[in-house]
């Protein structure tokens, strides 16, 4: 099992800044990606972006030079930086793990942490 607290949400005014954090506690040896995920209101949960174990990052193509996800090795602590913040980034933040023992995919979603985006 794993677990994941999320913590750094908040309200900012657009242009703002905030920085989500993720921890994960658990069997965490096995994860492989660890990312971000948002939902509106009314809207589906969307990917925002994500750390693989190797290192790699993968980002949603509408916050692609305004965020940074970090969490070199996306076992245990992840971020998410927010620059350049817009009405549209308000949303639920969940942050996701997936963890792989033999063939088996898991996967484990965090409590949620609200961003508001608003002047």
């Known amino acids: 099992q794993v677990q994941l607290v999320e913590s750094g949400g908040g309200l900012v005014q657009p242009g703002g800044s905030l920085r989500l954090s993720c921890a994960a506690s658990g069997s965490i040896s096995s994860i492989k990606t660890m990312g971000w995920y948002r939902q509106a209101p009314g809207k589906q949960r969307e990917l925002v972006a994500v750390?693989?174990?190797?290192?790699?990052?993968i980002y949603a193509d509408s916050v692609k030079g305004r965020f940074t996800i970090s969490g070199v090795n996306a076992k245990n602590t992840i971020s998410l930086q927010m620059n350049s913040l817009k009405p549209e980034d308000t949303a639920v933040y969940y942050c996701?793990?997936?963890?792989?023992?033999?063939?088996?995919?898991?996967?484990?979603w965090g409590q949620g942490t609200q961003v508001s985006v608003s002047s």
């Open positions: 750390v693989t174990s190797a290192g790699n990052t």
């Open positions: 996701k793990a997936v963890r792989l023992v033999a063939t088996t995919l898991s996967e484990y």
